[in-house]
Structures are given as structure tokens and as C-alpha cells.
């Protein structure tokens, strides 16, 4: 048994994308700044409807998956495949965009509370041409599973285990094995769980602060940062002095070189390049 320690912290920074949606972007800020096969993670977060009301309109993706996951807040999801998608409080979405997808999200209330995160996962070479996907997660599809000590767990991709029961979270079968869990801890809560060895992982605290490691030698992780997590086979998280919510992120890497382009992520210079042609071209999708 190994345990991952922290071994990077990646600071999220103020943004603003689509149509002047104002975020906080850690992972993908900058050029090279990805953890394979993440490309990017934002986080959107604000009870004032003019940082979120102009929405994300109609723009493409190419070569990679997108994953929103809404934590508050109401936002419709419309593609060129004609699939439409109520975005909820704690529902997700997780869309491959494949050869090609041109879609919109757009918030579906005019005031309060809009908070959720927006993760790109990339797709391996032989995956980035395939025809796009589009599923809805509804709130309730996600298995919440209480922990002894008052916590909780959402699966979102992949399994959670504990005590040795194994409960498998809607988004399972790809090619990168991933797994998002939203966990959420009390003051002073602790809490354990396996990592595939050799996969890529992180930690992002969205409320409150962590400490990553065993109790005799913890690394303190604060909010709204990725926790790049060294290698070994589990994550150990404690809460501070107050209560904790986190993302918990692991994926294969593809090991493959990345050549992006705003919403276009491929191998190539030539791809890129072919996918903005096409775009142009209305050959996209
Ligand atoms: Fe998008």
C-alpha cells in the first residue's frame, strides 16, 4: 500500500469564456499546464446573474470529451444532433465531441446561485474522429453514498469503494478509466480511497481546506487549487477546521503529443489545421 502525496499545486486564476461567463481556470490556464489526459478544469461559481447570464452560445469541439457538473444552478444544453439537456443541481453532462460537435449551454434562470465545474478530458488518437455522444446525467442517476463520519460521496465516473463495497458511477467503459467523485467532509473528517496505480490524479477542494497524505505527514491543499497527487495506489483527505467538499480526479494518460486550438485538441499541427478547414467549411460535424 502506497499512499499519493501531494506533489504540484496549480492555483485556479479569474477568467471569463463563452459569452463573458466569469470562472476560475486551474488546469488548461496556460500552454503545457494539463495533467494527461486533462486538459482543463473551471470552475464557475457566483449568486450574480452577470457573470453567468450570457451563457456559453454555439461554438465547436473537436478531439476531446467535455464533463459539466452542476452543483447549483439550471443550464440548457442544445447540440447539432438535436439532444437537448436540462442541466440541474447536481446533475452532469458528459459529451464526447468526437469528430465534431457545435453546441450551446445557456443558463435557464435570471438570479441567484450559479455553481458548477466544466472538465475537458482528452481522447486517444484513434478516438478523436469517432462520431460525437451526448449523455445526460439526471441528478439522481449519480449514487450519493454517506460516510460514517457524516460525509458524503458522490460517484460520478467510475467506482467508489468503501468498506469494501463497490458502487459503480454512471460514466464507466472509456478508453481513459476515469474517475470524478464529489466528496464532501466534516470538520476534521478523514477519508481513504483506492487509486489505480500508473493513472494520473488530483484533488480540488471547492469549499474549505484539505490535507493530503498520511495523518504523520500531511501537506495542506486550500481551495479552488488542483492537488496534483504523486504515484501510488490510494489518496488519503482530511478536512480542516472546517467542513471540506472536493473533486477527486484519476485517469489513464494517453502519453501522446497535444496540439491545441481553442475548442480543437489533436496531435497535430495538420489536424488542428484540418479541423479549423473544416469548421470553416461547415464540415465539422
Ligand atoms: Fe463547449
Do not use: C
Request: hydrophobic share 35%.
Amino acid at each position: 500500500m502506497s499512499t499519493r502525496m501531494l506533489q504540484q499545486v496549480i492555483r485556479s486564476i479569474p477568467t471569463s469564456d463563452g459569452g463573458g461567463v466569469k470562472l476560475r481556470r486551474s488546469l488548461g490556464q496556460k500552454a503545457g499546464l494539463r495533467l494527461d489526459p486533462f486538459l482543463m478544469l473551471d470552475e464557475f461559481s457566483s449568486e450574480n446573474a452577470d457573470d453567468y447570464i450570457a451563457g456559453f452560445p454555439d461554438h465547436p469541439h473537436r478531439g476531446f470529451e467535455t464533463v459539466t457538473y452542476m452543483l447549483d444552478g439550471h443550464m440548457l444544453h442544445q447540440d447539432h444532433l438535436g439532444n437537448q439537456g436540462d442541466l440541474k443541481s447536481g446533475g452532469a453532462q458528459w459529451m464526447t465531441a468526437g469528430r465534431g460537435i457545435i453546441h450551446s449551454e445557456m443558463p435557464r434562470q435570471e438570479s441567484g446561485r450559479m455553481r458548477g465545474f466544466q472538465l475537458w478530458v482528452n481522447l486517444p488518437a484513434r478516438e478523436k474522429m469517432k462520431p460525437a455522444a451526448y449523455r445526460d446525467i439526471r441528478p439522481e442517476e449519480i449514487p450519493t453514498l454517506n460516510l460514517p463520519n457524516g460525509g458524503q460521496v458522490r460517484i460520478i465516473a467510475g467506482s467508489a469503494e468503501l468498506d469494501g463495497k463497490v458502487t459503480q458511477g454512471p460514466i464507466h467503459g472509456l478508453s481513459t478509466e476515469p474517475l470524478f467523485m464529489d466528496v464532501r467532509l466534516p470538520a476534521g473528517g478523514h477519508f481513504t480511497h483506492p487509486v489505480t496505480q500508473g493513472h494520473n490524479a488530483f484533488v480540488y477542494p471547492y469549499e474549505g481546506r484539505v490535507a493530503i497524505g498520511p495523518q504523520t505527514e500531511q501537506r495542506a491543499l486550500e481551495s479552488q487549487a488542483v492537488g496534483v497527487l504523486s504515484e501510488g495506489d490510494h489518496v488519503e483527505i482530511s478536512a480542516g477546521d472546517e467542513d471540506a467538499a472536493f473533486l477527486i480526479l484519476a485517469a489513464r494518460p494517453l502519453r501522446e503529443p497535444v496540439v491545441q486550438y481553442g475548442p480543437f485538441v489533436m496531435n497535430t499541427r495538420e489536424e488542428i489545421e484540418q479541423a479549423i478547414a473544416d469548421y470553416q467549411n461547415g464540415q465539422l460535424v
